[in-house]
């Protein structure tokens, strides 16, 4: 437990206060990224990123669009690769090593924007392929875990069907059963409900809420700052591709420290 | 062409619209809207009227020597298959067209058509027929054979009453469905068992002309016996021989009753019918090695060489094989795994240089490639993978066994086989062969590594570039002297191999614009998801890209079927060197020399049929498979 | 659960996947260079045991080649016999794609058309002949014409079409000797004529009332035209400074030939390459190269250097003409160039200005000619004369069979094109209340060009390719012409390549003509 990042966690134990967060007691630090850049030909999207993630907590990264909220997480499980600075995740340093690569997607689940869902397998096909194929599970134990998966994102019986012909939101939450099924560690969101109907996002943040209640460790970026302030354990603001400023969902919305943050807040709420 | 003929219409609207208000109308809006549209109506029905009347001049000529096709039709299918042997060659005709009736009946393809339609066609078709018996050349003493049947010599009165009867038929179907005579309510698999049953009817009842030489006032028919006797030529009008008619009347039977069966069994439970049509795509798969290397091959076999030759050491490398599977597919492995595939696919490289049998070479690559495979697809389906390589080293021993074998068909010429069934053997084959290439080189223009696309850019353009002769050429003049000594390929495996090579290019031209039509999203969910670059295109990839570029595949095949006629250039004896360069030089035993537009036609006939189903197939399977509508 | 971070640990090679990536790369890099390595030996070894070797001296041996037409039917070299094959190629080429072009587009809107009957006509026409392999209508095209009657004694004489077993011969308009100088009128005609039509919309712009441009500028080149006819022995002073030009270069040293090439074929490349990187410079630097941009771009400088090298090499060769000079490359090129201005000089020389000498052809810039079956040579065997146009039967048979082939394909392109364009751009322009010609010609036919135009290059590439089909029925093309020289010297090798260079020159050159026709309909699109 003792480890030369444990002294990085000390910024997060104010983040207990928090509402529905004092239900959870964080665990040991789970993702920790330090000084994290990333270029894109000319353009810095990360400029030396640093921060810690426990076990159990729930993050949720906002930002104005552009700012590298998205790049961030998406170098997490290694969707792009960072340059320079070091990512560890479940204690695997994520490097060319394509063994802890697999290893760490496999467990870290990534929800996305559109969803991203095969469109020429069932709903089923969809949740099982990856246990069955990755985490060489049974094909029995696997459709059992993804019925249950589906009755918790309360879709059972959309199993057999394919995904043009559901809902954006039921499709959302098939994404989730589909991640979730892997048995993942961390849960990343990347704008879950942005390319949603309003009348349908509300079934998806219900579901996210269940899960970060169950206890699992979440980053999520998204727009949706109601869902911060009554989910997140903690919330950070990214600008510029850096951490502007992070804390606490009640600290960030009533006493944001910094003048961007505020600028983005007053236009955004 | 003036501006005024052209409108922007849909394709489902060109249809001849039936009057809905009567003919008049119908006439004014689609053959006289304008002036000019009234003036071009005029000049096309002036040509199709000539067209038609040269064509039935041509057709019904008795100069025409249509008994050149008659007399040769066994040449012009398999060339010069023993006579007492044809049984193989019927059997797998039946095999097919069996196959063909289950899997229609299975997958419930062919779908409902309107009366309406329909009628029109009947009443269409009867009205081109009695235009026939106006326009053509009948009745007329100096222009039909005088031995030739009463529906030629007799003339127009058979023509017209077929026609009267065709177009009642039509109107009839019309008026009796009434209302719903716009609705899809005929099924269109019945259309084509009343087709069938037609067919039958013809080769029963109808004469075609055959070559005859007239001996004490009987006309001698047979080629054996006309051979060496001396009398003039004639031609004479005789029913199609039984050797040909009950066969075809056997499978016709045979596929209606399978056809009829599998309705009735498909539906039942979706499980069973899962378990049949997969049985049937590994009787398709099966269907075509076994059909041409075993059943019309006829091998004779030695069991006792095989077992010992062959199986044995088959059954070491089956062996050896299955354990380092498991044990490469083992959870516990891991990169170890990676290591020893590694190795084994430079042992295989390494076989190139050391002599040994070039099917061991085959097996260690295959062995490679599997071993590669395993961490992917092992695991659960370890046993799967397991059960495909033992089934792999079989299928390869049993083939190497067969090839081994000498053939017990024994004909003039390298190949068993000629005629159309060559033209189909080179087809099929080098389709099946070029898939797999077509979407290797497909997946490597598309990859991120720069060596790769270079390469697989570099093979695809170059070949594209040149034409297909020019590759055949290639084949038939310089690979035998670039291959090492001791490997001889014939001439038709050197077609397969320059059509494969070529047609793989095409292939993955056409596979890389469905795999350029994926979104990234596809690929990043995937990743995220943990699944390794093999696993990302067997199960994500790849099958979203074949789907959305079926219509365009199957152009390719159909492509690929026309450019087999390219290998009478290089003399092998395909379908339409036959019908071009061996029937019009035929002296003995009927001279048939100079018939060589019937017998051209003929062949264009044939391949028409061919190609024109293959199209249709794809725009069914379009509609099915609802591409573009995702 | 501990956290172990194994901060500084060393990624094993064989899990780091860079090093797996660029290693397989490498790896089947070798693999595939091994495998041609291999084979190239074995030839070459299977080649030394039966004692022929791969080389160029058959390019300038004499061959002993008869080709059955073309611009020379016994070359004195390989090389010669390649460029009648070559020449051959693009005749039908070029003619089979002008000629496929409009029968395609006028078949694809007759598919469109609403008249049924017409309508039903392209569809027995595109059905029938795209669904019949193209060897299969080239031999029913030579068969037919095979099949016509002999030419007899009785037929000589002159005719306006006549059609034999020996092929097709009928009047034609062929250019006589004031043909050059008359063209410079017409050329001359058609740049003021657009100058003209400018003016004339202009002024319709400014006015509104109708400025009739077209009419103006045709008025202008028929003026231009018929001056011409009569006036062009005025440019009779060209004659001398092109003699003077054609002695110049004769007199010019044999080297200055490859050097001038190589410059000039490093400078095209380079240049190409430059315009190249151009075209593909966003205002946030380089654009995606894709892999054919590299592809290309390496394949131009590739091939320019080769050129380059080439000419060097090749200018060296020595060949025998036919009047039994030995004469390097680099000398009969410089040769060839002198004969050309002298040629030039002959066509802008006046002296057979309006008279008509017995025998030969008339004075003017144009000629027309009947044709003429003759008796010739002591058999005095019936055989189409030199006047008229002459299609031989294999001519007849590969390009018949190509263009309609083609027009088939480019029929269903054309319509595809049409029905592409969005029905609210037919509903747009009836709304401003254009009329049905005026929204084909100005709303419709543009924007279907523009879809049109990719798949109608690849239609050209595939005529281009299919013209080699011709060797199925003896047209001396440059893959029969190759096929023969291959089975009289046995160098395969070496003439595969020239195919290969060929055809895919070509290629080449059809596919930047339609990229550059693309570019300017996308950017008249912005």
């Not at chain 2, 030739?148 to 177009?167: D, K, N, Q, T």
């Not at chain 2, 670059?533 to 026309?562: E, N, S, Y």
């Not at chain 3, 046995?490 to 290629?507: D, I, K, N």
Request: proline residues 5%.
């Amino acid at each position: 437990m003792d480890n030369e990042f444990s002294d990085q966690s000390a910024p997060d134990t104010d983040a207990a206060a928090g509402g529905q967060a004092a239900s959870r007691t964080l665990g040991d630090p789970i993702v920790v990224t330090e000084d994290v850049k990333k270029w894109f030909g000319d353009f810095q999207a990360l400029k030396g990123v640093t921060a810690t993630v426990r076990e159990r907590e729930v993050v949720v990264v906002i930002g104005p669009s552009g700012s590298g909220k998205s790049t961030y997480i998406r170098c997490i499980n290694r969707l792009e690769a960072h340059q320079e600075g070091t990512i560890i995740v479940d204690g695997i340093e994520l490097t060319n090593d394509i063994k802890n690569i697999e290893k760490i997607r496999s467990e870290v689940g990534m929800v996305f924007q559109q969803f991203n869902l095969f469109p020429h397998l069932t709903v089923m096909d969809n949740i099982t392929l990856a246990p069955q194929w990755v985490r060489k599970q049974p094909k029995d134990e696997a459709e059992n875990y993804a019925m249950e998966l589906l009755e918790r994102v309360g879709i059972p019986e959309q199993a057999d069907k394919y995904p043009g012909q559901l809902s954006g939101g039921q499709q959302q939450r098939v994404a989730i059963a589909r991640s979730l099924a892997m048995k993942p560690k961390i849960m990343l969101f990347d704008e879950p409900t942005s390319a949603l109907d309003p009348e349908m996002i509300k079934e998806v943040l219900d579901v996210m809420k269940e899960l970060a209640l169950g206890g699992m460790t979440m980053m999520v970026v998204t727009h949706e700052m109601g869902f911060a302030r009554e989910v997140a354990d903690r919330v950070m603001f990214f600008d510029y591709g850096t951490i502007v400023e992070e804390g606490t969902p009640e600290h960030f919305f009533t006493n944001p420290q910094h003048d961007r943050t505020k600028l983005f807040l007053s236009q955004i709420l | 062409m003036t501006d005024e003929g052209v409108v922007l219409v849909d394709d489902q609207e060109l249809a001849p619209e039936p009057p809905p208000k009567g003919p008049r109308i119908w006439l004014r809006d689609n053959l006289f809207s304008t002036p000019a549209s009234g003036v071009m109506t005029v000049i096309s029905i002036v040509i199709v009227l000539f067209a038609y009347r040269g064509l039935l001049n041509f057709v019904f000529d008795p100069l025409r020597r249509w008994d050149a096709v008659t007399f040769n039709m066994k040449l012009l299918m398999v060339q010069a298959y023993p006579g007492d042997e044809m049984w193989r060659v019927w059997l797998s005709v039946g095999i097919v067209f069996g196959l063909l009736a289950a899997s229609l009946a299975m997958w419930r393809l062919g779908g409902m058509a309107e009366p309406r339609r329909i009628g029109a066609v009947l009443m269409g078709v009867g009205g081109a027929v009695i235009l026939g018996g106006l326009l053509g050349p009948f009745n007329s003493t100096d222009v039909v054979p005088p031995n030739a049947p009463a529906w030629i010599s007799e003339g127009r009165i058979w023509w017209f009453i077929v026609g009267a009867v065709l177009m009642v038929i039509g109107y009839a179907l019309r008026a009796a469905t009434g209302e719903r005579a716009k609705e899809s309510i005929i099924p269109i698999m019945g259309l084509v068992g009343v087709l069938i049953v037609l067919g039958l009817a013809v080769i029963w009842v109808v004469d075609v002309p055959v070559p005859a030489k007239i001996v004490d006032g009987q006309a001698i028919t047979d080629g054996a016996e006309a051979a060496g006797v001396r009398a003039p030529q004639v031609k004479v009008f005789r029913p199609v021989a039984e050797s040909t008619t009950i066969p075809w009347t056997l499978i016709a039977v045979v596929s209606v009753i399978v056809y009829v069966f599998f309705r009735l069994v498909g539906g039942a439970s979706s499980a069973a019918d899962a378990a049949i049509k997969r049985t049937l795509t590994v009787l398709w798969v099966l269907a075509f090695p076994v059909l041409v290397l075993i059943l019309l091959r006829k091998p004779e076999w030695d069991w006792a060489e095989g077992a010992t030759v062959h199986g044995l050491g088959f059954l070491v490398m089956g062996a050896i094989g299955s354990l380092l599977l498991w044990w490469m597919a083992r959870p516990g492995t891991g990169e170890v795994g990676r290591v020893v595939a590694g190795f084994l696919l430079l042992l295989a490289f390494a076989s190139l240089f050391i002599p040994m049998p070039f099917v061991w070479r085959f097996m260690l690559l295959a062995l490679a490639l599997f071993a590669l495979a395993a961490p992917s697809f092992g695991g659960d389906g370890s046993r799967g993978l397991i059960v495909a390589w033992l089934i792999t080293v079989f299928l390869v021993a049993f083939f190497v066994f067969t090839m081994d074998t000498d053939s017990g068909i024994d004909v003039p010429g390298s190949f068993f086989l000629g005629g159309l069934s060559l033209t189909i053997v080179l087809a099929f084959t080098s389709i099946v062969l070029s898939f797999p290439l077509g979407v290797i080189l497909a997946l490597g223009r598309t990859s991120t590594m720069p060596i790769f696309r270079l390469l697989c850019t570099a093979y695809i353009e170059l070949v594209r570039g040149v034409p297909l002769i020019t590759w055949l050429l290639v084949a038939f003049l310089m690979l035998p002297v670039a291959l090492p000594e001791g490997i001889e390929i014939g001439g038709v495996l050197r077609a397969i191999g320059a059509m494969t090579f070529f047609s793989a290019a095409y292939l993955a031209e056409n596979v890389r614009g469905g795999l350029q039509s994926i979104p990234a999203g596809q690929k990043e969910a995937s990743r995220a998801l943990g699944m390794s670059t093999i696993q990302m295109i067997v199960f994500i990839t790849l099958p979203q890209a074949l789907r959305a570029v079926i219509p365009a595949l199957v152009g390719q095949v159909i492509a690929l079927f026309k450019d087999t006629s390219l290998v009478t250039i290089v003399g092998l004896f395909d379908f339409l060197h036959i019908a071009r360069q061996i029937i019009p030089a035929q002296s003995q035993p009927f001279s048939f020399l100079g018939s060589i537009k019937e017998t051209l036609i003929f062949a264009a006939v044939v391949y028409w049929l061919f190609t024109f189903t293959f199209s249709r197939i794809s725009l069914r399977l379009e509609k099915r498979l609802g591409v573009g509508e995702r | 659960m501990t956290v172990e971070v194994r901060q500084h640990q060393r990624t094993p090679l064989w899990r780091n996947a860079a090093v797996l990536k660029w290693g397989a790369q490498i790896l089947v890099l070798i693999a595939v260079i091994v495998v041609f390595v291999t084979l190239a030996q074995t030839a070459s070894s299977n080649f030394t045991a039966s004692n022929v070797s791969f080389g160029w001296d058959w390019l300038s041996d004499p061959t002993g080649v008869q080709i059955r037409e073309g611009i020379d039917t016994s070359p004195d070299s390989g090389v010669r016999a390649l460029t009648v094959g070559m020449m051959n190629t693009l005749r039908v080429a070029i003619s089979g794609i002008i000629v496929a072009t409009i029968l395609g587009t006028i078949i694809g809107i007759a598919r469109l058309s609403s008249n049924w009957i017409v309508n039903r006509i392209a569809v027995v026409y595109i059905e029938t002949i795209r669904n019949i392999p193209l060897l299969v209508q080239i031999f029913f095209w030579s068969a037919l014409a095979i099949g016509l009657p002999e030419l007899t004694a009785d037929d000589v004489g002159e005719y306006w079409f006549k059609a034999s077993n020996k092929g097709f011969a009928f009047a034609w308009i062929f250019p006589d000797g004031g043909f050059w100088p008359w063209l410079i009128f017409v050329v001359v005609g058609i740049a003021v004529g657009r100058w003209v039509s400018k003016r004339r919309m202009r002024y319709q712009e400014e006015t509104g009332n109708p400025g009739h441009g077209g009419r103006y500028a045709f008025a202008v080149v028929v003026l231009f035209a018929v001056v011409g006819w009569f006036a062009w022995p005025i440019f009779g002073w060209l004659e001398p400074v092109f003699d003077w030009v054609s002695d110049l270069i004769r007199d010019l040293p044999a080297v200055i030939v490859p050097i001038v090439v190589a410059i000039a074929a490093i400078a095209g490349a380079a240049l190409w390459i430059r315009n190249f990187f151009e075209s593909r410079r966003t205002p946030a630097g380089f654009g995606k190269m894709t892999d054919d941009d590299w592809f290309r771009v390496i394949f131009v400088g590739f091939s320019g250097i080769v050129v380059a090298l080439l000419a060097f090499v090749v200018s060296g060769f020595e060949i025998r003409t036919i009047s039994g000079e030995q004469l390097t490359v680099a000398e009969l090129i410089l040769d060839g160039i002198a004969n050309f201005f002298g040629w030039l000089a002959g066509s802008f020389s006046t002296e057979n200005y309006n008279t008509v000498v017995e025998g030969q052809r008339s004075g003017g810039p144009l000629v027309f000619e009947k044709a003429a079956v003759i008796l010739r040579g002591t058999a005095e065997i019936p055989q189409y004369g030199e006047t008229g146009m002459v299609l031989t039967v294999p001519f007849f048979a590969i390009w018949t069979g190509v263009t309609l082939y083609t027009a088939a394909f480019i029929a269903e392109i054309v319509r595809g094109g049409i029905l592409a364009v969005p029905k609210g751009q037919t509903e747009a322009a009836q709304a401003v209340g254009l009329k049905r010609s005026q929204y084909l010609r100005q709303i419709i036919l543009p924007q279907a060009f523009r879809i049109i135009l990719p798949p109608l290059g690849n239609q050209y590439l595939n005529l281009f390719k299919n013209t080699s089909l011709g060797l199925a029925v003896a047209y001396a093309d440059i893959v029969a012409v190759g096929t023969t020289i291959i089975n009289q010297t046995g160098q395969s090798l070496p003439v595969v390549s020239v195919w290969m260079a060929f055809f895919l020159t070509g290629s080449l050159i059809i596919s930047a003509i339609v990229n550059y026709f693309n570019r300017r309909m996308q950017l008249v699109e912005r």
